[in-house]
C-alpha cells in the first residue's frame, strides 16, 4: 500500500487513539504514553487507520498492549504494516524480543500472532472477564 503511512502517534492524534483504545484508557495517561513514544498509528490517504500502544514490563521487556485496524480497513496489511514499523523501532533501540497476548477465546487474533512468526511461551488463567486465560505470545526481533 503505497498510501499507508506508520509513524509514532502525535498529540493532536488523541482523539483518534482514545477512540480506538477500547481500554478506556484516560486521555490523561493516553496524552503520557504519546509523549513517552509508545503509541503508533497508521495513517492511509492522510486518514487515521491503525493504533498500537506499547507497554514495558518492567520497565525493559515491549509487549503490544493492544494493536487494532478501523472497521472496514482491516485485512490489507496495515497491522503487519505496524508490527513492521515497530519492530524495527524496537531493534534500533536494541531489543531483542517482543511480547504480546490474546485471550484465550480469540482464535482471529491468536491466528494472527502466529501469522506475524509470534510463537506461544505461556499462559495467565483466568485474568480476563469471565474467568477466560490469556495466550502471551513472543517474536525474535532479528
Request: with cysteine; charged share 30%.
Amino acid at each position: 500500500m503505497k498510501d499507508l503511512k506508520v509513524r509514532l502517534a502525535r498529540i493532536e492524534d488523541l482523539d483518534f487513539c482514545s477512540t480506538m483504545d477500547y481500554s478506556h484508557l484516560d486521555k490523561l495517561k493516553l496524552r503520557r504514553e504519546v509523549e513517552e513514544g509508545r503509541v503508533f498509528v497508521a495513517e492511509l490517504s492522510g486518514s487515521l487507520v491503525g493504533y498500537l500502544r506499547l507497554e514495558y514490563i518492567w520497565h525493559k521487556v515491549p509487549f503490544i498492549s493492544l494493536i487494532i485496524v478501523k472497521e472496514g480497513f482491516r485485512g490489507r496489511g496495515i497491522g503487519k504494516a505496524m508490527l513492521n514499523f515497530v519492530e524495527n523501532y524496537l531493534k534500533a533501540k536494541g531489543y531483542k524480543f517482543l511480547y504480546s497476548s490474546s485471550q484465550a477465546n480469540e482464535p482471529g487474533p491468536q491466528a494472527w500472532h502466529r501469522k506475524m512468526w509470534f510463537e506461544e511461551c505461556g499462559f495467565i488463567a483466568g485474568i480476563n472477564e469471565g474467568g477466560v486465560g490469556e495466550i502471551v505470545f513472543r517474536k525474535k526481533l532479528s
